[in-house]
């Protein structure tokens, strides 16, 4: 990885430690609790795992993208799809870190730095999904204040989340430019309400909620940037990170099936040999390797890019496309190698498989990303 350093490999050791003895442990009990414990987030601040890349005058890390996709690359390494923390530091941080007023950052980045604000960030609604300008929350400026009505779904974080970022209509009779971004501070907020914690096929530990709005008031003030209409342009600028973490992440998972499958195919015998020895399993994993290099070389060049400011729209489309659709490719290839005992759900296979899935679909799907990169042909 032409990207890293000494200070971030030192910087991996410490990720490295806290995703084994902080995550790893527990994650049958979050899968049937549906979410993370509460504390791992105060843990996580306490260390110095929130608002990586944030300035330290705001309580961040100081770093750069490099010290997110690191501890992501950790997270995935232990088999962890739990911890929402890729909204948290990589995607709702940056929103207030961006287009934040001083005022904003101040009050908000300290507490999501130190884990005393989980943040989320709620875009898709029941009837809505890839078409943010179709959004029917609204967001109506009455006085001194804002009132929300409407319901968001699929939110990360959602259960827990002591900071959302919603994305309401602050003009309905607009589309682009009606969308502003107001932040929602839970507690005492009246009128907002979570709804379930969704039962997903996959990624079972992450509290994915609904959330409902009912004439939620908070203070002007709380819109993101002070200016009204801003909104879709802040989600376009900041959607390339969004997909870049999802990119990371998929490439690190794929990085986990095949280092699973190489294992298990070497320990399991049929026939009076290894799974290893016969020469489909060899093809296979031959294949799902070469996958794994080629997605981490192009990851590499997309986080170089993004480092130097140098990421567009087209490149952050294709990267998630490739990478997502390659994880799903070489999950399902992996788990055929297990033959019956991939479909048990106690076998990390299972898990990598189901979570897998959702990454086409998420920041995005396989099909709006071909539709984004089209755009410049």
């Not at 000494?6 to 050791?13: G, P, S, W």
């Not at 260390?47 to 995935?76: D, K, M, N, R, W």
């Not at 507690?187 to 994915?208: S, W």
Request: hydrophobic share 40%; glycine share 10%; net charge negative.
């Amino acid at each position: 990885m032409t990207w890293l350093d000494e200070d971030l490999t030192a910087f991996r050791e410490l990720a490295r430690s806290f995703c084994e003895k902080e995550l790893a442990p527990h994650q049958e009990r979050w899968a049937q609790e549906k979410q993370v414990d509460r504390e791992l987030w105060n843990k996580a601040g306490e260390v110095g795992l929130l608002c990586l890349s944030i300035p330290e005058e705001y309580g961040g890390g100081g770093g750069t993208f490099a010290h997110e996709a690191v501890l992501l690359q950790e997270q995935a390494r232990v088999g962890d799809d739990a911890w929402g923390v890729a909204v948290h530091n990589g995607i709702v941080a940056h929103y207030v870190n961006s287009y934040g007023t001083p005022e904003q950052k101040q009050r908000w980045l300290p507490k999501m730095a130190s884990g005393e604000l989980v943040a989320a960030i709620a875009m898709t609604e029941p009837g809505t999904g890839s078409d943010l300008q179709g959004i029917k929350t609204k967001a109506i400026r009455t006085g001194d204040s804002y009132v929300i009505n409407g319901a968001k779904t699929f939110i990360t974080n959602g259960a827990q989340a002591g900071l959302i970022i919603v994305a309401a209509k602050t003009n309905p009779e607009e589309k682009a430019a009606g969308v502003s971004l107001v932040v929602v501070e839970t507690e005492g907020a009246e009128g907002f309400r979570r709804g379930r914690v969704l039962d997903k096929i996959g990624m079972k530990g992450q509290d994915t909620a609904e959330l409902f709005f009912d004439n939620v008031t908070v203070p002007a003030e709380n819109l993101l940037g002070g200016v009204e209409g801003q909104g879709f342009i802040q989600l376009m600028q900041q959607l390339p990170q969004e997909r870049l973490v999802i990119a990371v992440s998929a490439v690190a998972a794929m990085d986990l099936a095949v280092q699973l499958t190489i294992q298990y195919t070497k320990e399991r015998t049929a026939f009076g040999r290894p799974l290893f020895g016969f020469q489909n399993t060899k093809f296979t994993l031959a294949d799902a390797a070469t996958e794994v290099a080629v997605s981490k070389a192009f990851l590499d060049q997309c986080i170089t890019r993004h480092l130097k400011g140098e990421l567009d729209v087209t490149g952050a489309a294709m990267v998630k496309m490739w990478t997502t659709e390659r994880l799903g490719k070489v999950a399902d290839s992996c788990l055929q190698l297990f033959g019956g005992y991939g479909f048990m759900t106690e076998y990390p296979i299972a898990k990598a498989w189901t979570s897998a899935r959702v990454q086409r679909i998420f920041g995005g799907t396989t099909e709006i990303m071909k539709e984004i990169i089209a755009r410049t042909l």
